[in-house]
């Protein structure tokens, strides 16, 4: 074994890991990397499948952000945010509320789309928020969620909505590993154990088309969302929480959402229309909305081909449903996967309550030594940059679009089930059999297998469960598009059996 997977073993306690299956076998230990390719320390390349646990963006070694950090070094590497103020910091919040904000709010419910939903009773939509204006700077998506949600309860409180401000998020939702992220968890495995630290937090179904109990299609050999046949029965739901919810007298504070893609929950994808109809439904009852895009946010989800206002840059999952937030948590891509920096966006009404004399002690109690860190903030406005041109732009479509053909080829597999993509995120189910959607035990570790299979192939990604996903930098060619998804398609070959319909 080598020498530094040996110091792996004898002292490293990683992530989401069996630590006992680790210790059985010579870790990949990585030295080098370049665009969407990894190098490890024996001279191994291997494609980088889920940009490094759904980070990366431009792909690692890019000489603009590279350029960029290096220039910031010669200037300061870090200074506290506690009493002072710093450049890349400064520069960086002005272009986050530039880009998250796509001009007037679009809030309304097309026509068509109300009549076709099975709810009668959403209330018509007040005012939407101000825009996004203020930007708090944290560390990673957990505390960026935090943050977003101590404002929201201490804002609900100030403002008089509730003495005990409630919160509503989705089955399976995930929003981090620290305590106030966890409990607007609800995946039971992850979150199960630490009932006992946690408030609660009510949960509602999510819209999850290919295992939707309303859902009357038969399975098909396409995208569950769009052969779906249904209601919007989840829709219901969430107006029922909402009501109900009012009615006893504590109305929510907040509805936390990842819009457009559960990811932790196993890349699920919301049908067209599902975001706007929920934020309409949490503005109705006066809730704010909580946007988690630690995942979606920076383009993940794609180049839309028309977004809902010419001034809207169209890099956050929202801005595709014309959806504005309260809350915008961003983190992950935010400095195009370089460095743990993370972002809070919120709007005027909510800085304000925060506003007093000194002894009124009013103040946000809450703050990290990192908070915004310069070489973090310094990498992050070169990655904006680097997404807003042209080049970006067309390096996104062909990925989603090369991404697309080739998934195509997988529908002939029958252990899987779904194919997900939502952009640059594809979550590919596996199942015992497509016609009858029989998912895997956890135990039997399918998806791991198959990704033990892809690594031999040179691809590497992480399952969630019985889900394989892929979720490439943005500079990954059609070629390297190609190689991850034939390693999937071999993959599964080499674990179940070469079979096709
Ligand atoms: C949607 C979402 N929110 C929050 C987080 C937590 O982010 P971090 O791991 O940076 O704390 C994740 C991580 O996967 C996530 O996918």
Request: net charge positive.
């Amino acid at each position: 074994m080598h020498q530094l997977a040996q110091l792996d073993h004898a002292y490293l306690w990683h992530p989401f890991t069996q630590m006992r299956d680790w210790l059985d076998r010579e870790p990949i230990v990585i030295v080098s990397g370049k665009g969407a390719i990894l190098r490890d320390v024996r001279g191994r390349e291997y494609l980088d499948g889920n940009s490094s646990i759904w980070t990366n963006l431009h792909g690692h070694n890019h000489p603009k952000v590279n350029g960029a950090i290096r220039q910031q070094l010669t200037k300061i590497a870090h200074s506290s945010a506690l009493g002072l103020a710093n450049e890349p910091a400064s520069l960086l919040a002005a272009e986050l509320v530039r880009v998250a904000n796509p001009g007037p709010v679009f809030l309304a419910t097309r026509e068509g789309e109300r009549n076709n939903l099975n709810t009668n009773s959403i209330p018509a939509a007040p005012p939407a928020p101000s825009p996004l204006s203020k930007v708090f700077f944290s560390d990673d998506g957990a505390t960026a969620m935090e943050v977003a949600l101590k404002l929201a309860y201490e804002f609900a409180r100030r403002a008089g909505r509730s003495k005990k401000p409630g919160f509503l998020s989705l089955a399976d939702a995930y929003h981090g590993d620290t305590v106030g992220a966890v409990s607007l968890g609800h995946i039971e495995l992850f979150h199960g154990a630490y009932a006992g630290l946690l408030f609660k937090s009510d949960r509602v179904m999510s819209p999850y088309c290919y295992r939707c109990p309303f859902n009357r299609a038969k399975p098909e050999r396409r995208d569950a969302r769009d052969a779906r046949r249904c209601n919007w029965e989840c829709v219901g739901k969430v107006e029922q929480k909402f009501a109900a919810q009012t009615r006893r007298g504590n109305p929510y504070a907040a509805m936390v959402v990842e819009p457009l893609v559960q990811g932790a929950a196993g890349m699920i994808p919301q049908p067209a229309g599902w975001l706007r109809r929920v934020a309409e439904i949490a503005r109705g009852h006066s809730a704010q909305l909580i946007a988690d895009e630690v995942l979606t946010g920076f383009g993940r989800t794609g180049v839309p081909s028309a977004v809902n206002h010419p001034r809207s840059t169209g890099l956050f999952a929202c801005q595709r449903e014309g959806v504005q937030p309260d809350f915008l948590a961003l983190a992950k891509g935010l400095t195009g996967g370089y460095l743990p920096m993370a972002a809070t966006l919120t709007t005027q009404a909510v800085f304000d309550v925060f506003l007093g004399e000194y002894g009124a002690f009013k103040t946000f109690f809450h703050g990290h030594s990192y908070t915004a860190n310069q070489l973090g903030a310094a990498a992050a406005l070169a990655s904006l940059e680097i997404l807003q041109s042209a080049a970006s732009v067309r390096a996104r479509q062909r990925v989603e679009q090369t991404m697309r053909e080739e998934l195509k080829t997988l529908w002939s597999l029958p252990n899987v089930g779904d194919i997900r993509q939502v952009g640059l995120i594809v979550g590919v189910e596996l199942v015992r059999d497509w016609r009858r959607r029989e998912p895997f035990e956890l135990r039997e570790r399918a998806g791991a297998r198959v990704c033990e299979a892809m690594a031999k192939r040179a691809v590497l990604t992480r399952p969630i469960g019985g889900v394989i996903v892929l979720m490439p930098p943005y500079c990954t060619t059609p070629a390297q598009v190609s190689q991850m998804v034939g390693a999937l398609r071999d993959g599964v070959d080499e674990v179940f059996g070469k079979r096709r319909l």
